[in-house]
């Protein structure tokens, strides 16, 4: 199949998606009366204000609101659902913090403690290389590496692997990097940039607040500092996914500030391709006051941030982190995206996710389907879309070339 060439800032999205939009909500009939005014701004694609998201997740017809937001999305999308082909590899899980939601990081002394030589990292990338065409990669801040580690990193993965791309590092990564190597993160970021890193995966936004930080990630970057890193990869041409880690301690008023302050850096950038809200794990973790979303929950705030982040196209419902049968639901409340392939992934396993490591192409699309919807596998920075289709089962083809 073909691949499709789309204009990037359409990211996949059909061009004529607000007239569509337009359709589906006057052709659905009458919507609660507390919802009428919200769908009166989606139709105009204005932003919805903050007491517009509290009355969305106070409403108390999950299905209706699950119903508005996924008119949005199957305006822009229609019933295409995107994913990849990528492997998780996790470079070290030595950290010089200790956030307490963590159940991932190492002291340098535990017995588990690993980081992986670029060596080590090449080769077991090898082994997945002929099935991804993108490695994500984050870990813990080791205390010795600096940005020279991951140019070395990222230019021998390029050589090896040049059809893989690297999405990898997050903000604090970012920052770290900066501090021990003495440099600014712009010029991290260029540094990476040159040596092939070509997106950033957007994780370790939690929440931004810095009262929530101070409980869950003492020490971690502050908010205008994901932001502001965020901002210099758009800068520069590097684009960015956005998280939010929900079911911690945070308000309803935090969770919606927090998409807030995503759409207002969005509108003035455009580099955040997609928003990956998740909810906190808590198995084998140090948060023993969280709240921990229930499965209504994760839905409402998928649909809840479809409707929020009006310019933020892609709303991602990682499977890795809410199982795949909350997964396929998503798709019904807003999610368009569903992740990758992943084949190893070390951080939401040991926090508790048993998200199945082994899907292939065709589990994944099966998955998708069962969900009404059409897998499209997509490329990194969701430029390139093709059609999913399952290839013919090899005893047929035995059969017709006997
Ligand atoms: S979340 Fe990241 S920065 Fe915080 S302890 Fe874990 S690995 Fe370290």
Redesign the pocket.
Known sequence: MQALEMPQPLAGESPDWLARLNDFLEGHGRWSGELQAIVNKLKDNMPLSHEDGLTLYHHPNLPEIGALADAVRTARFGRQTFFNSNVHINQTNI?V???RF?A??RGPKAKDAYAMTVDEYVEDLGKYAHAVDEVHSV???HPDWDVSHYETMFRKTQSAHPHVSIKALTA?EIKHLAERSQITTKTVLQRLKHAGLSSLPGG?AEILDDDVRAVI?NG?ESSEEYLRIHREAHEIGLPSNCTMLFGTVETLDQRIQHMISLRELQSQTFGFQCFVPYPFLPDHTRLPEAQLATGTEILRTIAVSRLLLNNIPHIKAYRMNIGDHVAELALQYGADDIDGTVQKESIMHLAGSTAPLDHDRSRLARLIRNAGCEPVQRNTVYSTFTPYTDPEPTHRRLRMAQ
Do not use: T
């Open positions: 950290c913090l200790a956030c963590c991932f990081r870990g813990g801040l604090v370790g990630c971690k």
